[in-house]
């Protein structure tokens, strides 16, 4: 049955999100499998891949910094970079749940304040916004295959977005103003916008245009701040 659930995800997702409450255990159990192929993505990334590379990787997102916290940054980055694998499982083991909780929050309060959706709790909200982030599972199971097939261990800190907007097609450099509005703009995030709006077309009765501004309105804002800051 989980199972079962877990490929509709995929291949039916409005069976899905017609069945929130039905669905919830199973959708514990990609949350689950999500967090374990993540770290999974992290540990092969990063296992053989050489201190002075991730180094080399890190000072590139400092081009704006000076000189000499230039210096100091390189000695940190140096003491630290046996642990940038470790970091980046563990970031991916909290920060996947934790951004799914923000999500939950999100769409709970639009239930409530917009929709007018009294029966959906926050729990159906939470597996709601599990079921929607399914597509990072096909994200880092590619990231996967990457790796295995990569005939260097020095891949891209970056490889695991390889379906960014910038990594097909644009390649901008990352000095470039618009290079993390390219990053932040992939092929996951698109499915996982659709799936959004697929979901709340079943759970509320906004209209589509409502329903679409609703699903894109996070990345937007994640796009826009980060484009911004940069």
Known sequence: MSVAAIMDAY????????????NKKASYLGLVLM??????SQYLLFKDMSPEWIVEQQMQLMHEVDENKKIEAKAFIEENAPMAGPFAMGSVAIMTPVLILIYAFYFF????LVAKNREITFGDWFSFSIWIAMPKIINFAGLIALVLMSQTPDLSMTAGNYASLNQLF???DIK?????FAEGINLFTIWGIVLTF???KQLTTLSNVMNLIVAIAPTALFIGISTLIA
């Open 11 to 22: 291949v039916a997702p409005k069976s899905v999100f017609t069945r929130l409450k039905e």
């Open 176 to 180: 470039d103003a618009w290079y993390p």
């Open 170 to 172: 644009l390649n901008l």
């Open 109 to 112: 309060l639009i239930g409530k």
């Open 35 to 40: 967090i374990i192929v993540g770290v999974i």
């Open 198 to 200: 697929i979901g709340l």
